[in-house]
Structure formats: C-alpha cells, structure tokens
C-alpha cells in the first residue's frame, strides 16, 4: 500500500494561505452578498405592505356591503390577529431551527391562501377560520410573524452603525407601498364606470393580494445562507430541550419590559386599525371608498416621508428620544380626530399625525437588536412582537363595538387610543431614559438620560456571550 511521505501528509493537512488579494476578493464577494439580500428583503416587505395596503382599506368597507355588523368585521380583525400572535409565539420557538428561509416560504403561502379565500367566499365561519390561520393586512403596520424574522436577518447582515439606516429604509419601502396600496383599493369604484360590478372588482384586488403573496414566497428562496442563524448558535439550537418560551440569556430582563411596554402600545393601536379607521369614516362622515383610498395614500405617504427624519433625529438626539418624544405629539392628535365635526378636519388631523406617529417604528427596532446578543435577535424580535401582536389582537372587536350605533359619534375608539399611547410613550421615558447603548456611546448628544454614571453600560448589563447562554440554558 502506498504511503505518504511526512511533507506530503503536512501539505494535504495545512491549507495553502491566503493572500490579501484573495481575502479582499473574498471580502467583496460576501458584502455583495449581503448587500443582495438586504435588497431582497426589502423587496419582499414592499410586496407584502403593498397588499396590506390594498386590504387595509379595503377589507372594512367591503364586509359592510356583504352585510357584516361593525362588531362582527372587529371581531373577524381579532381573530386574524389572535392568529398572528399564534404565528409570532411558534416563530420565535421554531424559526431558527426550521430555517428562516423556508418559514418565510410557509408564511407566504398562507398569505396566498387567505386572499383567495376571502375574493371567494363569502361565508363567515370560513372568513373566521382562514383570518385565524392566514395572514390578513389589516392595518399599515404589519403584525404578522414575518417581521420577527425581517429583523433578525436585517441586523445579521448590516453593521451597528448601518443598522437604524436600514431598518429605516425597511420601513420607508413598507409606507410607500401601503400608500400605493391604498390607492389601489379604489380601484373597485373606478371599475363601475367599467360595468364591472364593485363586487367583482373588490374579489380582483383580493387575487392581487394572493398573487403578491406567492411572489414573496418564490424570492425567499433566493436569500443566501448568511440570513440564516449563524451554524455554531444553530447547532446550540437544536440542543435545546423544548421549552415554552424563545430562548433568551442575559438580555432577557430588558427584553421583558420592552415587551410589557410594547404590548401596551399595540393594544392602543389595536383600537385604531386601518380597517377600523376606513370603517369609521364611511359609516360617520358618507365617504366613498374612492375618497378613502385617497386620504390613507396621503397618510401612509406623509408616514414613509417620516421615515426618512426618523435616521437623523436619532444620530442627534439618541434611539429612545426619537421614539418617545415624536410619538407623544402624534397621540394628541388623534385623540382630536374624534371631536372633528367634518371630514375634512378629521382627514387634516390624521393626515398631521402620520407624518408624526410613525418615526419610533424603526428606532424602536434598531433599539431593541442593539440591546441584545445577535445569537438572541430573533428570539428578543419574536417576543416584542408576539407582545405586539397580543396587544393589537385584543382591541378591535372592543373598537368594533364602540363604533355601532349612537356610539360611532363620539370615536371612542381615537380617544381610548391616543390616551393610551401617551401613558406608554411616558412608561418608556421613565424606565429607559438612564439605559446607555454601546454604539451611542462615543456620541453624547445621543444619550437619553441626563446620568450616565448611573447605569451600567449595555455591554456589561445586556450583552450575552455564547458561554452565558449555554450557562442559562443547563
């Protein structure tokens, strides 16, 4: 038998080295890469908010006309809602050991599912049961388990000092698409001039929303292997013993609070979803599905544009400044909605608080990757939104109720909303205002709290290391 000679066998076990050029050629390649997939997942947010767009107008306002009661289109949003809190609670679990990619490819052909569903059928069980297991837009602001998992790539493949930028950019697509959405949804009473029945063309739009659907799902497929969770923290992953909750380690105490907080400030939302709010204008003021469409264009539109303020007011004035002190002016103004006598003033007032409301979305995200370890995002995404998607699942069919009948004059609904939003804007303030992140650090203009000496910094209260989590986790 033939035997290697001891240089032979040092040479088959010591790579050849790598020269500069090499590694800078390398280099590029995986910043392409990367750079590719945040483009596709910004891509995949725009098609999906599109939808949401085209729904969120339109779904209230088309089950009115199927004869469906204010309470009963609240309670439809609730489920679905409920179900997306089911969706977001296995997502956290799961989706790093399923894969992320494939999970997106699941959640996409759900979403195709209930489109068809609903330009279909016109049965409410069957509605019930398909808003609860599928994806249903309701709202400008997505709440489905996709977005645990959005975050948890998005801030894998960027840097600290890129990540609020991009997730700015992520939220600037999702408004802009909402915007183009809602101008879609009247296309219904356009198509009338047509002969074509504003039936017909109400189920159209809701085949537009499945065929968005199943593009989303073909270009997950396209994402590198760089969005999945990285091999040493999966293998730890699958370790793991099952458990209730998504595995958190040191950063769990943060975690837990923002969540309280969170799920306070959905639950305000909740109140005030886009249907809701589409409903509540038809049903008070007379306004056609048309004018709608036009007025949550402009809103969602002045919402992107915001967006854009939201990276340097940050850079300036620090993560937590930003989502507090933008937000609590946009709560006066909705509560104000209620008291406008005419629609014209209600649509001036709402208009003025989405170029205010929606500047803490992606602060807010930044926030919360920048608190823990990158091996905890998806879980720490997973549990602010399941927070976030419980709060917002409980209100609507509470909205829908306030809005029947002698009820619909006072908007009890904008009223409960904004007070709430405020309490949670000053929540955050108190409990937050000394927590100190690394990257804010070396900019002191950013720093949300007046005493710095106070708090420990972030890489020593919240930052977790491999070994800390293994330690938790026996």
């Known amino acids: 038998m033939a035997t290697l000679s001891h240089e032979a066998l040092c040479e088959t076990m010591v ?36 939808a949401y767009g085209v729904l969120a107008v339109l779904l209230g306002v088309s089950l009115a006309g199927e004869g469906f009661s204010p309470a009963a289109i609240g309670l439809l949003i609730t489920v679905s809602l409920v179900g997306d809190v089911v969706g977001t609670y296995l997502i956290g679990l799961f989706a790093d050991t399923w894969g992320r990619r494939s999970t997106l490819v699941f959640l996409a052909l759900l979403m195709a599912g209930t489109g068809a569903i609903f330009g279909l059928v016109r049965s409410y069980p069957v509605l019930l049961v398909a808003a609860f297991f599928g994806t249903l837009g309701t709202s400008a602001s997505e709440t489905a388990p996709f977005l645990p998992i959005d975050q948890a790539m998005l801030a894998q493949i960027t840097t600290p000092e890129q990540r609020t930028a991009l997730f700015a950019r992520y939220n600037l697509v999702a408004s802009l698409s909402v915007a183009l959405g809602a101008l879609v949804a009247g296309l219904p009473d356009l198509l009338v001039h047509l002969h074509l029945s504003q039936a017909s063309g109400i189920s159209l739009l809701f085949g537009v929303y499945a065929v968005l659907a199943l593009v989303v799902a073909r270009l997950s497929l396209c994402l590198s292997q760089d969005v999945e969770v990285p091999r040493r923290v999966s293998v730890q992953v699958q370790n793991l013993k099952p458990r209730l909750a998504p595995p958190l380690g040191r950063s769990r105490g943060v975690v837990w609070r923002l969540t309280a907080l969170f799920s306070v400030d959905a ?51 620090g993560l937590l400044n930003t989502m507090v002190f933008t937000h609590l002016p946009s709560n006066v103004l909705l509560i104000l909605v209620a008291f406008a006598p005419i629609f014209p003033i209600a649509a001036t007032l ?63 609904p904008f009223i409960l909303a904004g007070a709430l939003k405020a309490a949670y804007d000053g929540s955050l303030w108190l409990l937050f205002r000394r927590v100190h992140l690394a990257e804010e650090e070396a900019h002191p203009a950013q720093k949300p709290g007046p005493s710095p000496q106070s708090t420990p910094p972030p890489s020593e209260e919240f930052r977790t290391s491999s070994e800390d989590e293994r330690s938790v986790n026996q």
């Open 267 to 317: 639950l305000a939302g909740g109140l005030v979803v886009q249907s809701l709010m589409a409903l509540f204008f038809h049903l008070r003021f007379g306004v056609p599905l048309t004018s709608l469409s036009a007025l949550f264009f402009f809103a969602n539109l002045l919402s992107a544009l915001s967006f854009l303020a939201a990276v340097p007011l940050s850079r300036r004035f």
């Open 350 to 412: 709402l208009l003025l608080r989405q170029a205010l409301s929606q500047m803490d979305v992606p602060t807010r995200q930044a926030y919360t990757m920048a608190l823990v370890a990158p091996e905890e995002r998806t879980a720490a995404a997973s549990v602010t939104s399941l927070a976030r998607s419980v709060g917002s699942a409980s209100s609507p069919v509470f909205s829908g109720l306030l809005l029947q009948g002698s009820l619909l004059v006072f908007g009890l």
């Open 15 to 50: 790579p050849e080295p790598v020269t500069p050029t090499q590694e800078a050629g390398r280099r590029r390649a995986e910043t392409s890469e990367r750079q590719r997939d945040a483009w596709l997942i910004l891509v995949m947010r725009g098609l999906r908010s599109l």
